[in-house]
């Protein structure tokens, strides 16, 4: 049977698991949009620009204060959700009340120029970012080699994935957070800052991003158009997966990654385009997406 | 679906057209027939094929209440056709011209009959899924060129009798396509099927309920919609002499929205201004370089939040008509 | 993202200088430095190529201060139409007499176009295609630096005569990557090599790892590049990762700029192959001009295009001021070809009929960390091509203009 395919059985399986891996990549990235468009109803289209400030953040630690990788993954997040958590107060804020369209177009906006800032001040070819030396080499699994730090995204990402994940649906915080979401007015009757919940929110759904970001500097070259590379393909993940569906992004992430690795090996030049194909089926037969609620 | 609420209503709805937008009207062609002579007739092409693009869009958006996020798959596909009707069949610009714009409606009619199922975010995301296969067809399909595109389109000569090599006369015959466009659409809005729209973008399930098929008015609204855009996508094709990739991509289908919302969404003139400021402001900021990004973004900021009616919606809100 | 978009004149006042008398159109000679300014190939060309033909204009009217030229620019956002467009409006409004740069095969094969329509003169530096001094030649124009013969050619036939005969390319899916990789394929077969397979990517691809596992099943003993940009840095900086070059595979990158290798650093990139048409540690002549260039371009090096552009515009001047008028485009295009080239940057040379500028090529390889000396001491020279080798025979292009 795998004659018939063309690629012996060996080349297929070190595909499969390139997929996840990029799965696993993918479902972290969109894991900060989902969790944005769940609950706040924000299509957050500067999530791409704010990914790539977090790859960008994690250079500056290195290059100016000397601080390694492991610091910026966490000092990364921190930083750029502050920036959300400014950028959500001083303009999203305003467009709660109006049509999704609005934050779209908003948050479009705010990615130009994120985008453009950076474009202007470092140019276009992007900036080193060593890898770092506990994580790199690898191993011959026999089929294919594996690099460490690849195994290292998958566990990173499929943990986050998890814990974000079970924060949001399964703790009394999560609950706090979609009830706010879903009827404000009584939640914030019940005494709980509603507000301050949707800050916290976003700056969480960007701190998501910058993650992503720091884990992608040593794999992707640090440069101000790595966002907009990524950004359609998250929003493919997110809408298939069911907008305001938190596992639905996560499996989505992971089944595009191996449907796009798949697509790679056969017909390589549509391994962008397989994801709309995918987009348009699922929107066309189920519109909420594969797990999601409607909205 | 779009809040058109704030950009100053309709007012009464009526048939009749109202006398001051005969004036706005007047004022438009004034300053659109003398222009060639004291600005650059290729500029001034330019900008009325996309403001017949914005235009088309704002039919579907201001008065159908259906935002799509993949109307660059008109714009570009018309504007292939049209290219190589002209280049490789031999065309005359004026059959060049009505291939790329049949080819447009072709497309809006499977394109629309897959999307209109859906609404609000997933219709904008079908659209934009949709626009996304077509881009990608056009980047492999020999005939389209690859990212060098379809160059050396002649212009030709028009029913025989006018050489469109000559700017200023090929810029009367755009000025006419444009108006034939604009008038077109302005028929339409004020017209029963215009009423009908309008009614079912502000409560579908009120007009269906009166027997009114919504899915069907949607769709002729999507058709006419994009062949229109086809039209402009055509008609740019045989202005520059090109066709690319560029047209059919998705910042594309995102520079009309700007237009659009820039100028006002869901005003007659809006659409025309806003691609006419989009377009001129890109050619002050191509020497800035990097610089254009980061003022188009501003200007997204800006106009959603405190700009919201855009320049001819907040001319009208000063007015005190609609526009 | 960028946005597509052309032109506005705000001349309320047209007053054409069409005094007879006036030796060159408009009393100066405009030259207008097109490229990306703000996207992916800024570093190769941008504002960088600005300053180099700055630099040519104020090198040539400091020993002929009869001529006044001036030097504008447009950023032509690698869009077809935006470039043609800017085109159109610099000769048709601007009284511009002269394009050069254009980086980006495509808008350089429309912008050629408009050039020949108008009757201008073209000064290509940094655009990839062969073809423009091939099929698409035209009397208006002049191909400076590399094109895709010569780095195929250039890499491709140094590196199988070194063993590595069989080759997997990474190719960028644009017909600017299919000529790449068709042009070294070629190379590679008449040197008795074997194509094992090639993976097409999307432009802006940014995990290679698929591909290059598809490269190491394949064995294949070369993986070329041929790719450019961002692509080009992400494939390199992968394979490292992948160890494709420990594994026993070498890799060849068939268009790489020293913006790329700085970029990227030493440490992923070393033992990197690639053919460059100049580079600033060649000689003494390129070193002092790369470093006043540096001066001024805060602290970074030039890269092969912007060198071309300097050489480009000082060889058009050259023949302008010979002629004494800039009006005609084809007639100082044919004087370019009567004068030999001369500069600091690329020695003596000379413009073939068809618009190919002859000089020599050379084989490059990336430092390793500790054999650099300093920011951008990056590579070194593993072999020179001499300039009747380095580019198609004239015979093979296909040019009309070429004769007999």
Not at chain 1, 144 to 170: D, K, Q
Not at chain 2, 7 to 34: D, E
Not at chain 3, 96 to 122: G, Q
Not at chain 3, 131 to 136: C, F, I, N, R
Request: hydrophobic residues 50%; charged residues 15%; contains cysteine.
């Amino acid at each position: 049977m795998f004659a018939l395919l063309g690629i012996p059985p060996q080349a297929l399986f070190g595909q499969l698991l390139i997929g996840l891996i990029n799965g696993s990549f993918y479902a972290l990235l969109s894991l900060g949009l989902a969790v944005i468009f769940g609950l706040l109803n924000i299509i957050n289209f500067a999530h791409g620009a704010l990914y790539m400030m977090g790859a960008f953040f994690a250079w500056f630690l290195l290059q100016y204060l000397g601080l390694s990788y492991w610091w910026a993954l966490i000092l990364a997040p921190i930083g750029v959700g502050v920036v959300g958590v400014i950028l959500e107060r001083l303009f999203l804020k305003q467009l709660y009340k109006l049509d999704h369209l609005y934050g779209l177009l908003l948050t479009f906006g705010m990615a130009l120029v994120i985008e453009g800032l950076f474009r202007n001040k470092y140019g276009s070819s992007g900036l080193p970012y060593q890898m770092p030396s506990a994580l790199s080499g690898g191993r011959n699994l026999g089929f294919m080699f594996l690099p460490n730090y690849r195994a290292w995204v998958v566990l990173v990402s499929v943990s986050v994935c998890l814990l974000t994940w079970y924060v949001i649906e399964r703790t009394k915080l999560g609950s706090y957070l979609r009830a706010a979401t879903e009827n404000p007015g009584l939640v914030q009757a019940f005494g709980v800052n509603v507000p301050r919940m949707i800050t916290i929110t976003y700056g969480f759904g960007v701190a998501l991003a910058a993650f992503a970001g720091v884990l992608a500097a040593p794999i992707y070259q640090v440069s101000p158009q790595m966002g907009s590379n990524l950004i359609i393909v998250v929003f493919a993940v997110v809408v298939i997966g069911g907008m305001g569906s938190i596992m639905g992004s996560i499996l989505t992430g992971f089944a595009l990654g191996v449907i796009e690795g798949l697509t790679k090996v056969f017909y390589p030049e549509a391994s962008n385009t397989a994801i709309f194909v995918i987009m348009a089926i699922v929107l066309l037969i189920k519109p909420t997406g594969l797990f999601g609620r409607a909205h | 679906m779009v809040d058109v609420t704030s950009n100053g209503s309709i007012a009464a709805p009526t048939t009749v057209v109202a006398r001051h937008q005969y004036v706005a009207f007047a004022v438009m062609l004034a300053l659109l027939v003398a222009a060639p002579f004291f600005v650059y007739p290729i500029f001034l092409m330019d900008a009325l094929c996309f403001a017949l693009f914005a235009c088309a869009f704002n039919l579907l958006v201001g008065y159908a209440g259906l935002l799509s996020f993949g109307h660059a798959m008109f714009l570009g596909s018309a504007g292939y056709l049209s290219a190589h009707a002209a280049k490789v069949w031999g065309f005359p610009p004026e059959l060049a011209i009505v291939t790329g714009t049949a080819t447009a409606a072709l497309l809006g009619l499977i394109t629309g009959a897959l999307a209109i199922r859906r609404q609000g975010i997933y219709f904008a995301m079908t659209t934009l899924a949709l626009a996304q296969m077509i881009y990608f067809f056009c980047l492999e399909a020999k005939f389209t060129g690859g990212e060098d595109g379809i160059q050396r389109v002649p212009r030709g000569t028009l029913l025989g009798l006018f050489d469109l090599r000559d700017d200023l006369t090929l810029y009367w015959v755009v000025l006419a396509i444009f108006l034939f466009g604009f008038l077109l659409i302005y028929r339409t809005i004020h017209s029963p099927f215009g009423q009908v729209l309008k009614a079912i973008r502000e409560n579908e399930p009120r007009a269906v309920s009166l027997g009114y098929k919504a899915e069907q008015y949607k769709l002729i609204a999507f058709v006419l919609s994009a062949a229109l855009a086809g039209l402009a996508g055509s008609t740019k094709a045989i202005v520059f002499q090109l066709a690319s990739l560029t047209d059919v991509n998705w910042p594309m289908s995102g520079e009309v929205v700007l237009m659009t919302l820039l100028g006002g969404l869901g005003t007659v003139f809006g659409p025309v201004a806003g691609a006419f400021i989009v377009v001129a402001l890109e050619n002050y900021l191509a020497q800035l370089g990097a610089w254009v990004t980061i003022v188009q973004g501003i200007i997204f900021i800006v106009c959603v939040l405190t700009f919201r009616r855009g320049v001819i919606g907040e001319l009208g809100r000063l007015l005190k008509k609609s526009l | 993202m960028q946005f597509a978009r052309s032109l506005l004149l705000s001349a309320a006042v047209a007053l054409c200088a069409t005094a007879a008398h006036a030796q060159y159109s408009g009393g100066t000679v405009k030259i207008g430095v097109l490229n990306d300014m703000s996207s992916l190939y800024a570093d190769i060309g941008g504002p960088g190529s600005v300053l180099a033909a700055q630099m040519a204009a104020d090198d040539f009217t400091a020993t002929h201060k009869d001529l006044k030229v001036e030097i504008v620019s447009a950023d032509h956002q690698n869009k077809p139409d935006v470039g043609s467009a800017i085109a159109r409006k610099w000769f048709d409004q601007d009284g511009v007499d002269a394009i050069a740069d254009v980086p980006t095969s495509s808008v350089a094969l429309a912008v050629a176009d408009v050039v020949k329509e108008k009757n201008k003169v073209f000064l290509i530096s940094g655009a990839a295609t062969s073809d423009l001094t091939g099929k698409a030649c035209t009397p208006n124009n002049v191909h400076w630096t590399y094109d895709t013969w010569m780095l195929a050619h250039g890499t491709g036939t140094a590196i199988v005569k070194q063993g590595g005969d069989t080759w997997f390319f990474l190719t960028s899916d644009y017909a600017f990557g299919h000529q790449l990789e068709a042009d070294t394929s070629e190379v590679v077969k008449a040197n008795g090599g074997k194509v094992l397979g090639a993976a097409r990517h999307p432009l802006n691809t940014s995990d290679f790892s698929s591909f290059l596992l598809q490269a190491q099943a394949s064995k294949a003993k070369v993986v070329g590049l041929a790719n450019a940009g961002g692509d080009t840095i992400n494939s390199i900086k992968q394979a490292s990762e992948f160890g494709i070059v420990q594994g026993g595979q070498s890799l060849a990158g068939l268009l790489l700029f020293i913006t790329d290798v700085h970029s990227l650093g030493l440490q992923t990139a070393h033992g990197l192959l690639f053919t460059t048409a100049w580079y600033w540690d060649l000689n003494d002549p390129s070193r002092e001009w790369a470093k006043k260039f540096a001066a001024k371009h805060d602290g970074k090096y030039p890269t092969m295009g912007q060198a071309g552009v300097y050489a480009a515009v000082l060889h058009y001047l050259k023949a302008v001021s010979a002629l004494k008028s800039d009006a005609d485009g084809k007639a100082v295009v044919d004087e370019m070809k009567k004068l030999p080239t001369d500069d600091q940057l690329f020695g003596k040379g000379t413009v073939r009929v068809d618009g190919r500028v002859l000089h020599p090529a050379y084989l490059m390889e990336v430092k390793k960390p500790e054999e650099s000396k300093s920011e951008w001491d990056l590579m070194k020279v593993r072999q020179t091509i001499p300039a009747d080798q380095a580019f198609r025979p004239l015979s093979e292009g296909g040019c009309p203009l070429v004769k007999g």
